[in-house]
């Protein structure tokens, strides 16, 4: 889990720690110049070569605020918002939770997830791009899951913002 010296350096180790996850974190030393500098969701580089060498289950990585989240998979392949949208949406269509069977995402959102989403037959509705835009759409629809490609990912139903460690924690359960 890399916490790119930022406001989850703290609490992530002990939040992962509390759900009985061996989890090692790094660049959780904020010193006030260093958050995000090289490390983080912005700059996995570090992250995918650790869970490639260490042969873990799977890499987090927060960015400085802690509202974003950017995985890498037991290969060290990095999974960006869209990646994870679809890990979660197909998970909680499965077991009714998704509302209205649509997730909000932006122009940005690949194609391939609009596809992935189809065939799971989930609606995928685009917004500009911008938290507040997927926010937006999903408070008028009524629906669940959101986000973007960076890694912002809304679960309404729990938390009407992004939050890195949330989105982490929801991905690895699906994955466990």
């Given amino acids: 889990v890399d916490t790119a010296h930022g406001s989850t350096s703290d609490i992530a180790g002990r939040v992962w720690d509390g759900v009985g996850a061996k989890a090692q974190v790094i660049c959780n030393a904020p010193d006030g110049h260093n958050i995000n500098h090289g490390c983080g969701s912005t700059h996995i580089e570090s992250l995918t070569g650790l ?3 260490s042969q873990v289950d799977a890499g987090f990585a ?3 605020d802690g509202d974003r989240c950017i995985a890498t998979d037991e290969t060290g392949r990095e999974m960006n918002g869209d990646h994870m949208m679809a890990i979660l949406a197909n998970s909680m269509a499965s077991c009714g939770s998704l509302k209205g069977n649509v997730v909000v995402g932006t122009v940005m959102s690949n194609f391939g997830l609009e596809a992935f989403l189809a065939g799971c037959g989930i609606r995928l509705l685009r917004t500009q791009v911008g938290d507040r835009f997927v ?6 629809g009524g629906y669940s899951l959101g986000g973007e490609q960076s890694g912002h990912i809304i679960l309404r139903d729990i938390l009407e913002t992004g939050d890195g460690i949330l989105t982490s924690l929801m991905v690895a359960g699906v994955a466990a």
């Fill in 51 to 53: 869970v490639e060498s």
């Fill in 135 to 140: 926010l937006e759409a999903m408070r008028q």
């Fill in 62 to 64: 927060y960015d400085g």
